[in-house]
């Protein structure tokens, strides 16, 4: 991958929504805190369908282009991610790391995985591209695979630090990084308006998009053969005799005991593109989260048009805001990018060209020409 490359990827996802977003529907907007309250936020219009009784202890449902979220219940609410916290970690590193690349790995990369934590099967002394090692993650949300990526990208602790930092200038204020594979971490949490601000800057990375839409693939054995992974995610692949969801782009699905099972969703239908979050559904059925996630998905799309946004996935993208009584909040993104100096979006991107161009060198030297896929 040129440096190029790298600096058109930073830009694409630092640069400021409202430049490519279509500003939809004229509505009233949202007070400034409404989804910082408890409870169950949606404005209807006459003729809005009721919005959909869920067990999940949290959930969202946004437009992924414009970022009005249409209903939502407890937004903000603090709670331990599971593997959807690899959307983040991908975010960080996909920009930074080839896809090209082949990589040796090597006994330590592979220690300090967590018990019971799920795995695709990496091995030491055995040669990976990083491309396999993404679909490790995506597929099979193996903790392996992100434990060798995070090695080398520089770390495992520098990681969750670069991490903690993407989530900030994301504006997802609520969530702290502690394990970047998602595993259960003193804490460790997010929340369902994070976890849809990330799953909505994924689907604007192409590298991103192409991996959480990826039913199969193969990845390499021990052996030297391959065997095939099926993606996790049952709402996209209809395993385990759960409908597939028409439309299903992604994103990603997790679970742990602490934080039960976890579900980011996004959907592409009639040109409008949806994002939810569903978090720890308290329901006895072990597929609930689809199910709810299919639910919030299907009101989504009825309900287009026919609800007064409850708030922004772009609210808190920039500014110091703190809490639900932070005024900036109600000022327009156009105007809150302003400054004395740069617009601070810019500041973002240029720090990401220079970012993306020095990685680019250094991999370079490190391990030559990138092969071709």
């Known amino acids: 991958m040129s440096t190029c490359a790298l600096c058109t990827t930073g830009l694409l996802v630092l640069a400021p929504a409202a430049a490519t977003a279509d500003p939809g529907p004229r509505a009233t907007a949202a007070p400034a805190s409404l989804l910082f309250r408890p409870g169950t936020h949606v404005r209807p219009r006459p003729g809005a369908p009721e919005v959909p009784d869920l067990s999940a202890r949290a959930w969202l449902v946004a437009d992924a282009r414009t970022g009005v979220v249409l209903a939502a219940h407890d937004a903000h609410r603090k709670l331990a991610p599971a593997s959807t916290l690899k959307t983040l970690f991908a975010l960080t590193v996909l920009p930074i790391l080839p896809a090209g690349i082949r990589h040796r790995v090597r006994a330590e990369e592979l220690a300090h995985i967590g018990p019971g934590s799920s795995l695709v099967g990496v091995a030491e002394d055995r040669t990976y591209r990083v491309s396999d090692l993404w679909n490790g993650v995506f597929l099979s949300s193996g903790n392996d695979a992100v434990r060798v990526l995070a090695a080398l990208s520089g770390g495992w602790r520098a990681t969750a630090q670069r991490m903690q930092a993407k989530a900030r200038a994301l504006g997802a204020r609520d969530t702290r990084v502690k394990s970047p594979d998602g595993y259960d971490a003193p804490g460790q949490v997010s929340s369902a308006y994070d976890l849809a601000v990330f799953g909505r800057a994924g689907l604007r990375n192409p590298e991103f998009a192409r991996y959480c839409a990826r039913e199969e ?137 220079l970012g993306g161009a020095g990685t680019s060198l250094y991999l370079r030297l490190r391990w030559g020409p990138v092969p071709k896929d």
Not at 232 to 259: C, F, H, M, Q, W
Not at 283 to 312: I, M
Not at 316 to 324: D, M, N, S
């Open 217 to 353: 693939a193969r990845f390499p054995s021990r052996d030297g053969g391959s065997y095939g992974l099926v993606n996790t995610n049952r709402l996209l692949t209809g395993a385990d005799g759960v409908e597939p969801y028409r439309g299903l782009v992604g994103i990603k699905n997790g679970y742990t005991s602490k934080a039960g099972n976890t579900l980011v969703a996004a959907a592409r239908r009639d040109g409008r593109t949806l994002v939810a979050t569903v978090l720890n559904p308290r329901s006895d059925d072990g597929f609930a989260v689809y199910e709810e996630a299919r639910a919030l998905l299907d009101w989504g799309f009825e309900a287009a048009g026919h609800v007064d946004p409850v708030g922004s996935l772009d609210a808190l993208r920039t500014g110091p805001l703190r809490g639900p009584e932070a005024e900036s909040a109600a000022v327009p993104a156009a105007r809150r990018d302003e400054g004395p100096g740069r617009p601070v979006s810019w500041t973002i991107a240029g720090a990401a060209l």
